[in-house]
């Protein structure tokens, strides 16, 4: 079973960066698409960025492209979302989240309801 912990929140400054890590066990990361997730009180879970399972594809949405950078490093079974630039309506709780796809593949699905396993999120606070 597929097990994801995000870390690397915390408390940052406007124009300030971060960087989250989404570290799986229990499976291969190379078989799955990773998503990660934004979601504030009361609002609904906002895809931010995927990346495939080939690593050769990515999404992000429309709010931090240009700021944001997913990237995934096979040997430490590791899926990183760095941000940038970052602004207080970026403040959220921040998941990781993983579908089987195969390996070599495409798909970068940026929709909640594709994916079967979440971590437990990690906060992101932007405030000065």
């Known amino acids: 079973q597929l097990q994801l912990v995000e870390s690397g929140g915390g408390l940052v400054q406007p124009g300030g960066s971060l960087i989250l890590s989404c570290a799986a066990s229990?499976?291969?990361?190379?078989?799955?698409?990773i998503g990660w997730f934004r979601q504030t009180p009361g609002k609904e879970r906002e895809g931010v960025s995927s990346?495939?399972?080939?690593?050769?594809?990515?999404a992000y949405t429309d709010s931090v492209k240009g700021r944001f950078t997913i990237s995934r490093n096979g040997d430490k079974n590791t899926v990183y979302l760095q941000m940038s630039s970052l602004k207080p309506e970026d403040t959220a709780s921040y998941y990781c989240?993983?579908?089987?796809?195969?390996?070599?593949?495409?798909?970068?699905?940026?929709?909640?309801?594709?994916?079967?396993?979440w971590g437990q999120g990690t906060q992101v606070t932007v405030s000065s």
């Open positions: 229990g499976d291969s990361l190379a078989f799955y698409a």
């Open positions: 989240a993983a579908v089987f796809v195969g390996p070599l593949r495409v798909d970068v699905p940026l929709s909640a309801n594709e994916y079967t396993f």
């Open positions: 990346i495939s399972s080939s690593g050769d594809s990515t």
